[in-house]
């Protein structure tokens, strides 16, 4: 009796090992994820926007929270039936403005004193503060030909109640993504709160600010002293043959609006960033004309002298997000390298670049107001994008918020490893492995072969919430992704080395490294194996098809299989003619080469096509293609069709048949 007391005065003082379990579909889509974030002034302050969604209601709603920058006092600072998104503060930290329905809202640190700053019956996409906060720069949707709100008004009205729901179209890019363009374009307007004077500063243009495609999260911004804006557009004649972004300046103490070309380049410049002293603009660049995928160099404009500086043509990888440092003499950036997305920084005067912070997948780097402590949105394969802060003289490293943190620990979930391999003409090739949960060495595991989109694009180091490598792996399977040729962070040549090549280098680097793994990994089941992939992912399993029939069964999401055909029906034209070298009547035979249509005589591998009606960057069409033709071969095939999802699955029961159909699908064709 006198054991048994001891135990039980113990019990609350004594660790039991947790009981975790796979993730699952509900899993994914019951965490929350982070959007967007600011830093207060006085770096005490975080607040930032996330996104729940509901499997029931199959929809998600975006809510606004505050933390302190040590991780401290998390709490609910908005979170209406209506989406909150876009939180900053203003007015030296001691109010919050945020996005709510379409306008710009303003409040107090504790939710109180709400009071709405636009009223454009057009709604508010996205807005930018002066340094003294006494103007605003936001985009809105407006008919060119419009100059008030009752015109826009009328127009809409007149529209959603004609009868006649025909569209004429005398241009290219009358369709984008999942959407027709219709007449509408996002126009760049400008708010005085003193004079309580709104402007739009691009009256009557027929592009778009920001510009429709290829551009960044960061394309409008003031000047320091609020004088002067500066914009991305693409102006060209035919958009879908363009990827000629250019930046763009507006002195707003003119009395008319007058846009100022800034840039040279013909090919895509966007993310004008002011520097704090006011003297120079930076923005990305990339060189030529037509290519979208194009190193991203880091440039500087000298407002002064009007001159261009390229300071990043050595560093061999892209430049992504910018950030300018307090003393305007360096700019922090981030850049894909390998599988990690590290912060680097880079002294404009020398050119010098150091690696600031070397680890994971980070994104939205932000400084403090003091200059120590940089902030950003990190994630990783067990990992979903949580906020942390960097000291920058410490070297230290600290995990901010931890939003799934109640989830996260009851999900067994392996980290991310990776292998190389020899490629195509000896090149390098990286893979992630990631292994089941609950994995034993000693046992045998099937193995899912996964192959991304872009083609240039990557698979990193992140906790993707469609092509979610631990979803993959929660039934049993071992994961391999590999970024053969075509991927981005091992340098611009092996990028490249993509184009005009579909179905050559990088199908070598794919084979080779699926080889490896089977041979260096006595865990994985040869008789047991399966590739996916989605978009080029899914040209590339269209390509197997017709090349290789060792997998059990394999999965083409939104993939391509004519070339030709899918150059009618695509709408960025300037992708397909830069990839295949120019039009189909110009070089018909690459067209022919590398078009997985011409070789699905050799079909034999069942097959899952998944399909989105509104997906108008590779149209229904080639599913349809693909589909029968397997169909008239014998080939065992069934094909998953959404009527109501585009290039990606973005509905939270739509993603839960997706997950289900694919693993039934794996799992009828196990040996």
């Not at 929809?59 to 908005?78: A, E, M, Q």
């Not at 804006?229 to 930046?247: F, H, R």
């Not at 800034?262 to 960033?273: F, L, M, R």
């Not at 994104?363 to 200059?371: C, N, V, Y």
């Amino acid at each position: 009796m006198k054991k048994i007391f001891y135990i039980l005065i113990l019990l609350p003082f004594l660790s039991f090992p947790q009981t975790k379990r796979a993730i699952t579909v509900e899993d994914l889509w019951n965490m929350k994820r982070i959007e967007s974030f600011d830093v207060s002034p006085d770096n005490k302050l975080i607040v930032f926007s996330a996104a729940a969604y509901s499997m029931e209601e199959n929809k998600g709603n975006r809510d606004i929270y505050l933390i302190n920058t040590d991780g401290k006092d998390f709490k609910v600072f908005k979170n209406s039936n209506k989406n909150e998104t876009q939180p900053m503060f203003i007015n030296n930290g001691n109010q919050i403005s945020y996005l709510l329905d379409g306008q710009v809202w303003v409040c107090d640190l504790n939710g109180a004193n709400e009071k709405q700053i636009t009223s454009i019956y057009t709604g508010v996409n996205d807005y930018r503060w002066s340094d003294n906060y006494k103007k605003l720069l936001f985009t809105s949707s407006v008919y060119p030909d419009c100059q008030t709100d009752d015109c826009n008004k009328v127009k809409d009205d007149k529209e959603s109640t004609s009868k006649v729901k025909a569209k004429i179209f005398d241009e290219l890019f009358f369709r984008h993504w999942n959407e027709w363009r219709g007449d509408k374009r996002s126009h760049l307007f400008v708010l005085d709160l003193d004079k309580n004077v709104q402007k739009d500063l691009t009256p009557g243009s027929k592009y778009d600010i920001p510009t429709i495609a290829l551009g960044s999260s960061n394309d409008i911004n003031f000047s320091p002293d609020g004088n002067e804006i500066s914009y991305t557009a693409n102006t060209s004649k035919v958009l879908a043959t363009s990827t000629n972004n250019d930046i763009y300046s507006i002195d707003l103490t003119a009395g008319q609006p007058k846009s100022v070309l800034i840039t040279e380049s013909k090919g895509n410049d966007n993310q004008p960033v002011y520097s704090p002293d006011g003297k120079y603009i930076a923005f990305t660049s990339m060189a030529r004309a037509g290519y979208e995928a194009d190193k991203l160099n880091l440039v500087i404009y000298d407002r002064t002298s009007k001159k261009l500086k390229n300071i990043t043509a050595d560093f061999k990888l892209s430049v992504g997000e910018i950030i300018w440092a307090n003393d305007s003499r360096s700019i922090y950036f981030i850049s894909e390298t390998e599988i990690y997305n590290p912060v680097y920084k880079i002294d404009i005067n020398s050119g010098k670049i150091e690696k600031v912070y070397s680890e994971q997948n980070n994104s939205q780097i932000k400084l403090s107001a003091d200059g120590t402590v940089l902030y950003f949105l990190q994630q990783r394969a067990n990992l979903p994008f949580e906020i942390f802060s960097y000291n920058l003289k410490e070297k230290k490293l600290n995990q901010v918020t931890q939003i799934n943190a109640k989830l996260l620990a009851e999900l067994e979930m392996n980290p991310a490893e990776t292998f190389w391999s020899t490629g195509a003409d000896g090149a390098k090739v990286q893979s992630i492995i990631v292994k089941p949960p609950f994995f034993d060495a000693n046992k045998k595991y099937p193995v899912v072969f996964l192959i991304h989109g872009g083609p240039q694009g990557n698979w990193a180091d992140d906790f993707h919430y469609r092509w979610n490598t631990q979803m993959f792996a929660s039934k049993g399977y071992v994961v391999v992704a590999t970024n053969p040729r075509g991927s981005t962070g091992y340098g611009h040549k092996f990028t490249e080395e993509i184009s005009k090549d579909w179905g050559g280098k990088a199908y070598k680097d794919l084979m080779n490294a699926f080889d490896y793994a089977l041979n260096k990994f006595k865990f994985i089941d040869k008789k047991n194996t399966f590739a996916a992939g989605a978009s080029y992912g899914g040209y590339m399993i269209n390509w197997l098809e017709g090349h290789t029939s060792r997998f059990n069964a394999v999965v083409s999401h939104d993939g391509v299989f004519n070339l030709e055909s899918m150059y009618g029906t695509t709408e960025e034209v300037w992708f397909p003619e830069w990839e295949n070298g120019g039009t189909p009547w110009q070089n018909r035979k690459l067209y022919e080469k590398y078009s997985p249509h011409r070789y699905i005589q050799n079909a034999k591998t069942p097959m899952l096509i998944v399909q989105g009606a509104l997906d108008f960057r590779v149209p229904e069409e080639q599913a349809f293609q693909l589909f029968t033709s397997l169909q008239r071969l014998g080939v065992e095939s069934k094909l998953l069709y959404f009527p109501d999802e585009f290039h990606f699955v973005t509905k939270p029961q739509n993603a839960r048949l997706w997950w289900n159909t694919i693993f039934d699908w794996f799992n009828k064709h196990l040996k």
